[in-house]
């Protein structure tokens, strides 16, 4: 079993070795060693355990020179010192060194391979490394063999505790990054997407230094090369409206955007699959095949026929695959220039029009705003519709303070003329629980009035609220939807919900009012009630 390969400079000296292994090798591991299975489709089944997603209270960053200056610090970005790093480092190491065997992923995160980084993963959970194989781009025979020294290193010894005595700790739960040290590390979860995250976050801080905006978005190009990215937030529908039949997916989650184009920073897929349906999603329902890892699903014992209606185990149950099990890709994974950025917000007050369109300054406004809506029964203690606002559609990855994104962002809108739109995937004549969510049929042809240049040719009225411009007609969708005051009942009510909404953006703008133009600032609601 042993690969010949050497962690001896990471001071890991155990029996067995498996670099970069196949997707069988792996499979054969998680299902020998972990008490994985297969599902009928022939996906690996497996669970992380306790942890069924991030735990963003337990990220930390080290507080060190050069990055120290640059970096958003608070609630996102915690500082941990230089020693209480070495410290955790010490402990992952000394956990993975009880092991027999270690399983060692190199790949690359960014199709460009002028910015790409490269990346290992230490790990000593078969489907941890299966995730990751699938998550990074995968190496060529030749370019594994010239891979050389990584640029970050990730060692995952997650089934092991953190030490919540250390004074940047607090947690048994750690997850650590080092600028400086080009090293992460997981303690305390063994949930998998921490590792994506993680890499994510390395290109979050990268990517801008060298004057490159990365994004929190998945993108897709038409037959005529037009890119289009679309952002939003779990349960906004970012992964389900960019893969369609008739456009190429360029990516699912993180890409950004270079003087050349859009470029996708991985090499597979993390899709939600909570009521995952073939009807509804095809491609993705047709991705998870051998090869693919299910993570914390819930299936039939003896035909292991996935249940994915059963949030028992978790609401946030995951499907990870490589790209290319995704039929109609672009490989590689690369686009041009976005003519179209979609920012997608599911409103579950009922009050956000069904699609706007964006004055640059809108489009900055609701960038940084990153609005999209709880509804009543996802958590405990949500009973009615709450406003959730995330900071570039992504702010828990956010290194830099988020002006900086929107500032790169902004640039590359007015160099290359792209145009910003705000679809409101959420409830329509009424909040949550009164009226209807928006169909995916009528969001889907919204979608493709962007693309073919209909709905930015129609004739818009403004909302008296919101400010926003909206198309009097799209095809495919009932014209009495758009306006979304013409189908509520009690328009008081309406009137009301949305002044309501409207405080609330005001309110979360007002830690973002020093770093933003007097442009920006008027670009938000016009009325509104604190």
């Known amino acids: 079993m042993c690969l010949e390969f050497d ?36 996906a690996l089944i497996n669970s992380s355990g306790q942890k069924t997603g991030r735990s963003p209270k337990d990220k930390r960053i080290v507080k060190n020179q050069p990055s120290e200056t640059d970096i958003w610090w608070g609630e996102i970005n915690i500082p941990m010192t230089p ?3 070495d410290e955790t480092k010490t402990r992952a190491i000394d956990y993975l060194n009880t092991r027999d065997l270690i399983y060692v992923v190199d790949g690359y995160a960014g199709w460009e391979p002028k910015y790409r980084l490269k990346i290992r993963v230490l790990c000593c959970r078969a489907y941890h490394a299966l995730f990751m194989a699938n998550m990074l781009i995968r190496p060529t025979t030749e370019e594994l063999s010239l891979f050389g020294t990584p640029d970050f ?20 739960t750690c997850v650590a990054l080092s600028f400086e040290q080009g090293e992460f590390v997981i303690l305390g979860t063994q949930y998998a997407g921490e590792m994506k ?8 801080y990268l990517m801008p230094k060298k004057g490159i905006v990365s994004m929190h978005c998945s993108a897709n190009e038409g037959k005529n ?56 999603e095809p491609e993705i329902f047709n991705a998870i095949r051998f090869g693919t890892v299910l993570e914390n699903v819930v299936y039939d014992p003896q035909t292991r026929v996935v249940d994915f ?22 490989m590689p994974c690369v686009g041009g220039h976005a003519k179209n950025i979609v920012f997608l917000s599911c409103d579950a007050f009922g009050v956000l029009p069904p699609v706007s369109e964006l004055t640059p300054e809108q489009a900055m406004y609701h960038f940084i705003s990153g609005y999209t809506a709880k509804v009543a029964g996802t958590e405990v203690g949500v009973t009615e519709p709450e406003a959730t606002f995330s900071a570039c559609f992504g702010a828990a990855f956010l290194v830099w303070h988020p002006a900086k994104y929107a500032e790169l962002l902004a640039v590359n809108m007015k160099k290359y003329g792209s145009k910003a739109w705000l679809v409101n995937t959420g409830w329509s004549g009424g909040k949550y629980g009164v009226g209807k969510r928006l169909s995916i049929k009528h969001t889907r042809a919204i979608i493709d009035g962007i693309h073919s240049g209909e709905l930015a040719q129609q004739k818009k009225e403004t909302d008296p609220i919101f400010g926003l411009a909206i198309p009097t007609s799209c095809t495919d969708v009932p014209s009495e939807i758009l306006n979304p005051r013409n ?44």
């Open 487 to 530: 189908v509520w009942k009690n328009k008081t009510e309406y009137d009301q919900l949305a002044m309501h909404l409207a405080g609330l953006f005001r309110k979360n703008f007002t830690k973002y009012e020093a770093d933003s133009s007097p442009d920006i600032l008027n670009a938000g609601p016009l009325k509104f009630t604190e």
């Open 225 to 280: 090369s037009d890119v289009s990215i679309f952002f939003g937030l779990s349960g906004t529908g970012k992964t389900t409206l960019s893969t369609e039949p008739h456009r190429q997916l360029i990516g699912d989650d993180e890409h950004f955007w270079t003087n050349e184009g859009i470029v996708n920073i991985e090499g597979g897929c993390y899709a939600k699959c909570i009521n995952l349906a073939p009807e509804s």
């Open 309 to 330: 209606t059963d949030d028992s185990i978790t609401e946030n149950t995951r499907a990870s695959y490589p790209i290319e099990f995704i039929d109609n890709i672009k």
């Open 83 to 85: 020693n209480d790093f």
């Open 7 to 42: 962690l001896s400079s990471y001071g890991i000296r155990v029996p067995h070795v498996l670099r970069n292994a196949s997707a069988a090798i792996l499979c054969e591991e998680a299902l020998s060693r972990e008490g994985a299975i297969l599902a009928s489709t022939g």
């Open 197 to 204: 995250k993680g890499v994510f976050t390395i290109m979050n």
């Open 153 to 172: 290193v990730i060692y995952n010894a997650g089934q092991f505790p953190a030490n919540s005595k250390q004074q940047s700790v607090g947690s048994k």
